[in-house]
């Protein structure tokens, strides 16, 4: 099939761009001995995770506990919920995993440990629990230093459970425009990092893992020395808010490409300058701003209703025909993909591939 009879709204990969972006991650990471740890919250998909995992990524994070069994069931074997998972039900579906894959998961408080520790006595299993140190964002997390120390020898403590160290990530520097901007804040974070990793040390507890980094700063996590483990994952999709970031010479920063798209028809053009999509923020995610159209900055994406997505143009633009079928960048690569059921891969204008969205809606 070619790419313009795809029906729409659709989430389409440029799958050329797509493995250009995973391997360029690759080759970023391999010099710096930091490894991959993608997340999985933003592709939902054992298949790209799996993808990942062949060029060299140690495993996958997630959010949810339903991201994870879906992760598991689909052949990925070392995961980790880099949250924190609270109430007996999601935690016995957590440790149960156990059975067939590596499980890990993050905690903030003495009592999470505790309940972490039944279930896993209960299943009769053996997981790794970081502790989780705000490093800046002000989310979750206890306090880089004595607190975190406190947790870890709790955890190490334990029958079932194993310290897996500490979760450090720094989500509210991602997305600051300016390049100097984020090193400072991703400063602060190593900095804390490497506080804590040094008062465990003389407490003699090992720290295998720092994790965090994303798409945004992980050049700065992993030339550390202190982070060992970068959890970005939107770098493989590309999206309109992430493309706004800039490098030290004041220009976008272009690392990687956008290859996550949604593919619309143009459904009303009742005048020139107007034209309507059949794809509202039912189809592409808003919360980042408006998505911007592949290749074609002379039309503007102005607003977004449940079914109908309204683009404005100019005099000097040809107009924009009935049925024509335009790409959209997300402004949140995120919260759209988990709007579809498929991804659709494109390669060279015709459809090469159909992938399930598979831990869609996985929220609990």
């Known amino acids: 099939m070619r790419e313009d009879e795809i029906d729409t709204p659709a989430l389409v990969i440029d799958l050329d761009a797509f493995e250009y972006n995973l391997d360029r991650m690759a080759a970023l990471l391999a010099p710096t001995g930091a490894?991959?740890?993608?997340?999985?919250?933003?592709?939902?998909?054992p298949i790209i995770a799996l993808q990942q995992i062949a060029r060299g990524a140690v495993g996958q994070c997630v959010q949810k506990v339903a991201e994870a069994e879906i992760l598991a069931w689909g052949g990925?074997?070392?995961?980790?919920?880099?949250?924190?998972?609270?109430?007996?039900?999601?935690?016995?579906?957590?440790?149960?995993?156990?059975?067939?894959?590596k499980v890990a998961v993050c905690v903030d408080d003495p009592a999470q440990i505790v309940a972490i520790e039944a279930a896993a006595e209960a299943a009769g299993a053996r997981i790794s629990v970081l502790v989780e140190i705000d490093i800046g964002a002000s989310r979750c997390g206890v306090q880089p230093?004595?607190?975190?120390?406190?947790?870890?020898?709790?955890?190490?403590?334990?029958?079932?459970?194993?310290?897996?160290?500490?979760?450090?990530?720094?989500?509210?520097?991602?997305?600051?425009?300016?390049?100097?901007?984020?090193r400072k804040l991703i400063d602060h974070a190593i900095d804390g990092s490497r506080r804590t990793v040094e008062q465990l040390r003389q407490q003699g507890l090992a720290?295998?893992?720092?994790?965090?980094?994303?798409?945004?700063?992980?050049?700065?996590?992993?030339?550390?020395?202190?982070?060992?483990?970068?959890?970005?994952?939107?770098?493989?999709?590309?999206?309109?808010?992430?493309a706004r970031n800039l490098d030290a010479g004041g220009s976008p920063v272009s690392t990687f490409r956008h290859s996550l798209f949604v593919l619309a028809t143009v459904m009303s053009a009742p005048r020139h300058g107007l034209a309507v999509l059949d794809a509202g923020h039912k189809a592409v995610s808003?919360?980042?701003?408006?998505?911007?159209?592949?290749?074609?900055?002379?039309?503007?994406?102005?607003?977004?209703?449940?079914?109908?997505?309204?683009?404005e143009y100019g005099p000097e633009t040809s107009a924009v025909k009935l049925g024509e079928k335009l790409r959209l960048?997300?402004?949140?690569?995120?919260?759209?993909?988990?709007?579809?059921?498929?991804?659709?891969?494109?390669?060279?204008?015709?459809?090469?591939?159909?992938?399930?969205?598979?831990?869609?809606?996985?929220?609990n």
């Open 35 to 45: 490894k991959l740890r993608a997340h999985a919250k933003t592709h939902k998909s």
């Open 329 to 363: 960048i997300p402004g949140h690569c995120d919260p759209t993909v988990d709007r579809f059921d498929w991804y659709v891969g494109v390669r060279g204008g015709r459809v090469e591939c159909l992938w399930p969205v598979a831990a869609r809606g996985g929220l």
């Open 145 to 182: 230093g004595p607190e975190a120390v406190t947790l870890a020898k709790q955890i190490a403590a334990s029958k079932h459970l194993i310290f897996g160290g500490l979760q450090a990530y720094q989500g509210s520097a991602q997305h600051r425009r300016g390049v100097e901007e984020r």
């Open 76 to 101: 990925v074997k070392d995961i980790l919920v880099s949250n924190e998972v609270v109430g007996g039900a999601k935690l016995a579906r957590l440790v149960a995993l156990a059975r067939i894959a």
């Open 286 to 311: 808003i919360d980042s701003g408006m998505p911007t159209l592949w290749q074609r900055p002379d039309i503007r994406y102005v607003s977004a209703s449940d079914e109908h997505g309204k683009l």
């Open 207 to 242: 720290c295998p893992i720092v994790g965090g980094g994303g798409t945004g700063t992980f050049e700065i996590e992993a030339s550390s020395g202190v982070y060992t483990e970068i959890q970005a994952g939107s770098y493989a999709f590309m999206d309109a808010d992430y």
